[in-house]
């Protein structure tokens, strides 16, 4: 079976870093674009980021205006995964994150909600943002 799973979440202090991964399983990622989401408990799910299939795209990483300047997506298709470095952290950064793959390779072509054409979705990574 398709599976994406996400790893690195955990508790950190407002201001603190992590480090997600998405590493895929029995499916290779090159191809795909990649995007990361996050769901908080009663809201709806929010894509914060996306990058094109090719290492080498001429096109840049797409991110939510919440996220942009303090999160960083990058993918090493070698080593089958995506990472997403989270920097300056706040406490509404608090969700569970996950990943999936698109069944486009550029994000252009249609990283917008409802996000239907996103595949394999992961089981997430808690991410709690306190002090």
């Known amino acids: 079976q398709v599976q994406l799973v996400e790893s690195g979440g955990g508790l950190v202090q407002p201001g603190g870093s992590l480090r997600l991964s998405c590493v895929a399983s029995?499916?290779?990622?090159?191809?795909?674009?990649i995007g990361w989401f996050r769901q908080a408990p009663g809201k709806e799910r929010e894509g914060i980021s996306c990058?094109?299939?090719?290492?080498?795209?001429?096109?840049?990483?797409e991110y939510a205006d919440s996220v942009k300047g303090r999160f960083t997506i990058s993918r090493d298709n070698a080593k089958n995964t995506v990472y997403l470095q989270m920097n300056s952290l706040k406490p509404e950064d608090t969700a569970v994150y996950y990943c999936?793959?698109?069944?486009?390779?550029?994000?252009?072509?249609?990283?917008?909600?409802?996000?239907?054409?996103?595949?394999?979705w992961g089981q997430g990574t808690q991410v709690t943002v306190s002090s």
């Open positions: 999936a793959a698109a069944t486009w390779s550029e994000c252009w072509l249609g990283y917008r909600p409802p996000y239907t054409d996103f595949f394999s």
């Open positions: 990058i094109d299939a090719s290492e080498s795209s001429d096109g840049s990483p």
């Open positions: 029995r499916f290779t990622l090159d191809g795909h674009a």
